[in-house]
């Protein structure tokens, strides 16, 4: 079974930065696509970036996020653990943060593609 745990979240300035962790276990090979979603108060949930181990240099983000934010995926260790480094931060990045995960190495934008989640993290962004 697969299991995602976040953690990293905070507060932070406009303008700082922050990074998240997802520890992702369970995956029986490398098959699989993991995500970052965030959801802001009042909006829908949003694909912040998309990573598949079988092509890690094969990274998608959402609208306006690919210059700020780098999703990264550390596998020298048993449990793989996803990384969101985010820089430059706004206060419209405020929201709680989800890592997402799916059984297939093709990633999508929408959330409904996602079978796993963790429980997700909060990140609140001052001015």
């Known amino acids: 079974q697969v299991h995602l745990v976040e953690s990293g979240g905070g507060s932070a300035q406009a303008g700082g930065s922050l990074r998240l962790s997802c520890e992702a276990s369970?995956?029986?090979?490398?098959?699989?696509?993991m995500a970052w979603f965030r959801q802001i108060p009042g909006e829908e949930r949003e694909r912040v970036a998309t990573?598949?181990?079988?092509?890690?240099?094969?990274?998608?983000?959402g609208y306006g996020m690919r210059a700020r934010f780098k999703i990264s995926l550390d596998t020298s260790k048993q449990t793989p653990l996803l990384h969101l480094q985010m820089n430059s931060l706004k206060p419209e990045d405020t929201g709680m943060y989800y890592c997402?995960?799916?059984?297939?190495?093709?990633?999508?934008?929408?959330?409904?593609?996602?079978?796993?989640w963790g429980q997700g993290t909060q990140v609140t962004v001052s001015s």
């Open positions: 990573l598949s181990p079988r092509d890690e240099t094969e990274t998608d983000y």
């Open positions: 369970g995956w029986a090979d490398n098959n699989y696509c």
């Open positions: 997402a995960g799916r059984k297939n190495w093709l990633c999508y934008s929408s959330p409904d593609k996602y079978s796993y």
